[in-house]
């Protein structure tokens, strides 16, 4: 039984009929950037994430990046502030804040969730810090009513990176409406993935909203008249349509992943292997399932001879990049055991429970 990590093309095959139809739709429109088929998912994602406001933008970097140069236009920020974000992170959350002329603080994992540890937000905040983003990391929710109060106490904007949680739960709210203003990515592999790249803000800020729109199309605030320096980030119509057909589903794909989580959860027992932990209530949609292990390479390998594909999500934290030589000599211990021992096994809404089984017991029989 061969387990691919991610199988895209059964993944985006589960819809294809209802893609293809929307495709074709977009097609015969004519209208192809800025169209209808753009408003209907802004529309559409804004109500499902809960929030009065969606702007598609290019991909979920630019997301991130034109929020943080929307708050800087709107004179809320001013380059050289400081943003805290976990360290734990994907690059792109450090680099945006890097891009828009501000200071990514890092805050070290908890051990226990592998998200942000909210115990160490306080220290680091100085007169300069102006946001703390949260991310909602392998798609489980990173927020709490103690970030919301700690960000309320310091007058601090609440920024969501919400790339890999689509769909996630806060009670009966969803991330992605639970600070000032979220950013989303609809890369193939996410859980609400396009056919491309893509990306969108979510926010009830309507200065806010107006600026990000803005930014993303040029500065304009209406054709040809620039009020922000801009630049060209949109969700294209073809994009936008392929969003549509698949939100539909998303909350029951996701459902699919929690069911495959439930089998590793319950099955995984080698005493070798840690398994990630939720704090009571925390809710997760899956979008990976990292686990821990000090033998990384050798189960990667002992997996892979038996074609089950696993990746390292991720091998070096922002930190420690090449490209960020100023922060190299910050300590992070429990970031850095995790890029050390994390390895994310196969899931998504396309791997059955017999394969989810044997995923497990396979991890089972290792060493
Ligand atoms: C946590 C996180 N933030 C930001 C991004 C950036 O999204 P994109 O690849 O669409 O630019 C990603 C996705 O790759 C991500 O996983």
């Known amino acids: 039984m061969a387990i691919p990590f991610l199988d895209l093309h059964k993944v985006n095959a589960l819809h294809e009929r209802e893609i293809k139809e929307a495709v074709a739709n977009v097609i015969d429109s004519g209208w192809y950037v800025r169209g209808e088929a753009l408003s209907r998912f802004e529309q559409e994602y804004a109500a499902f994430i809960g929030t009065q406001f969606c702007i598609g933008v290019g991909n979920g970097f630019d997301a991130i990046d ?35 002329g501000l200071k990514p603080v890092f805050v070290d994992a908890d051990p226990y969730t592998l998200l942000l540890d909210e115990d160490k937000i306080e220290q680091l905040i100085t007169p300069r810090t102006k946001a703390l983003m949260i991310v909602h990391l392998y798609g489980k929710c990173a927020y709490s009513d103690r970030i919301r109060t700690i960000c309320m106490n310091h007058h601090m904007k609440l920024i969501e990176d919400n790339a890999q949680a689509h769909g996630c739960r806060f009670g009966q709210l969803r991330t992605g409406s639970l600070g000032d203003a979220a950013a989303h990515s609809f890369y193939p592999g996410k859980n609400l993935g396009a056919l491309g790249d893509g990306g969108a803000v979510t926010t009830d800020d309507p200065l806010l909203a107006e600026a990000v729109s803005a930014i993303a199309n040029y500065g304009f605030s209406k054709k040809y008249y620039a009020r922000y320096e801009g630049r060209n980030s949109r969700l294209d119509d073809i994009q936008a349509a392929v969003l549509s057909v698949k939100l539909k589903y998303l909350d029951e794909e996701n459902d699919r992943r929690k069911a495959v989580a439930a089998i590793y959860d319950s099955c995984i ?49 922002p930190h420690r990049q090449q490209c960020f030589p100023q922060f ?36 089972n029989r290792f060493g």
Do not use: C, W
Request: net charge negative; charged share 20%; hydrophobic share 45%.
């Open 269 to 317: 027992s080698h005493p070798m292997v840690r398994l990630p932990k939720n704090r009571a209530g925390q809710d997760h949609v899956y979008h990976l399932y990292p686990i821990l292990v000090e033998q990384r390479k050798e189960l990667q390998l002992y997996l892979q001879k038996q074609e089950i594909q696993t990746l390292i999500h991720y091998p070096v934290p």
């Open 328 to 363: 190299h000599l910050i300590s992070l211990p429990n970031t850095e055991k995790i890029a050390l021992h994390e390895l994310s096994l196969p899931i998504s809404q396309v791997i059955s429970e017999d394969e989810a089984r044997f995923v497990a017991e396979t991890v």
């Open 66 to 100: 034109i929020i943080l140069k929307a708050y800087v236009a709107l004179g809320v920020m001013t380059r050289g502030d400081e943003v805290i974000v976990p360290a734990n992170t994907f690059i792109a959350s450090v680099s945006a804040i890097t891009h828009a």
